[in-house]
């Protein structure tokens, strides 16, 4: 059998495949009413056809834990029942196609309050219909554009931490499996994780065992209350991009901090890293080769006892076969070829001779 169809188990959940969805954000919930922030047939449909395609497991979009922590007025959310109800015929559709249904938890900090990315995705008035004044680590703005945030107090501080655990009991309920913190592509973890976007005196800056407080508390929060039995994982930006240009002075997180901080996120309950870069400091040079994202993936792996999920122009079999047959990843996590080829994971297993999943209703057509 080929690696990248070998189940994978992770506490006493086994994913049947090494071929994982990463969150991918629709702008497509209500942005008003009764159903603001809940999944409607766009994110059934979505997600729906990438389970019947044999993927192994599915990551919702970034999915808020508050209002204020959309990235847009158009995204998911998990801080009421009412979402908690539409998840469900989301999450039991992937059960039914032994897919496993995880969630994102996420909340966007000074990134929030910005429009959907084919109206220009830019930044929205506070004082917009739709729009709210963000919250961060420190009062900077993401760049010119964006609303000056409000410094987070340490009650909201507090109060956002309560917020996540919150939404991960939501998450459980509504029938999620894994649940993955975003602490990465500069929204609010990752905002107070890097020096470039954290500007703080007090225990939540400067230092980095301070830097990564606020990061510790939340997991330590959502471990306390997601089950012992099912996985926890953290997605992270393994550098911002700064440190590696020698023309670019400013400071920001490194792959040495990213190494540095995975045993920590280990011994506190994560049980796998998802690794990403980017996206905390605007204008930073991203090189995209071949391997892009990879290396970071495997250099976590390799020095620390972390698993990790690769990410990041991810789209032949062979290439995802290659990376996880050389031990750079435990899985690979793919996006856009998801949405081109919602059935990847079956042509790749044909491809590579794996066994997979059919639905029943395709067994004569494939």
């Not at 008035?125 to 987070?152: I, K, M």
């Not at 793919?334 to 919602?342: A, D, I, K, S, V």
Request: glycine share 8%.
């Amino acid at each position: 059998m080929t690696t990248l169809f070998q189940p994978y188990t992770l506490r006493s959940l086994t994913i049947p495949n090494r071929v994982w969805m990463a969150p991918m954000c629709q702008y497509s919930a209500a942005a008003t009413g009764p159903d603001t922030g809940a999944p409607n047939d766009w994110h059934f449909t979505h997600l729906a056809a990438r389970a019947a395609g044999g993927t192994g497991l599915i990551l919702t979009e970034a999915t808020a834990v508050s209002p204020e922590g959309r990235i847009s007025p158009y995204d998911l959310g998990i801080w009421n029942e009412q979402q908690v109800t539409a998840f469900r015929r989301i999450t039991a559709f992937l059960k039914e196609q032994q897919t496993v249904p995880g969630i994102q938890l996420a909340h966007a900090g000074r990134k929030a309050s910005t429009e959907r990315t084919w109206v220009g995705g830019g930044p929205i008035a506070a004082d917009d219909e739709f729009g709210w004044t963000p919250s961060a680590p420190s009062p900077l703005p993401f760049n010119e554009d964006h609303t000056v945030p409000d410094q987070l107090t340490h009650a909201e501080i507090a109060e956002t931490v309560q917020q996540f655990a919150d939404a991960a009991r939501r998450a459980l309920d509504a029938g999620f499996q894994v649940a993955e913190i975003h602490g990465a592509h500069g929204y609010l973890i990752n905002q107070f994780l890097s020096p470039y976007s954290n500007h703080r005196t007090d225990e939540y800056g400067g230092s980095f065992e301070n830097r990564t407080r606020f990061a510790l508390e939340v997991v330590d929060a959502v471990r306390a209350v997601w089950p012992e039995e099912l996985p926890l994982f953290f997605r992270i930006s393994a550098t911002d991009w700064l440190s590696e240009n020698p023309e670019d002075d400013r400071q920001g997180w490194t792959s040495d901090d990213t190494v540095r901080f995975a045993p920590q996120l280990q011994a506190h309950g994560i049980d796998l890293l998802d690794v990403s870069t980017g996206g905390n400091a605007p204008g930073a040079r991203i090189p995209v080769g071949p391997d892009y994202q990879v290396p970071f993936a495997d250099r976590v792996k390799a020095e620390t006892q972390l698993p990790t999920a690769a990410v990041g122009l991810i789209t032949d079999p062979e290439q995802a076969e290659k990376i996880l047959a050389n031990d750079k990843a435990d899985a690979v996590l793919l996006g856009r070829e998801l949405l081109r080829n919602p059935s990847w994971a079956r042509h790749a297993a044909r491809q590579l001779g794996g066994d997979i999943q059919v639905p029943r209703q395709y067994h004569r057509s494939v």
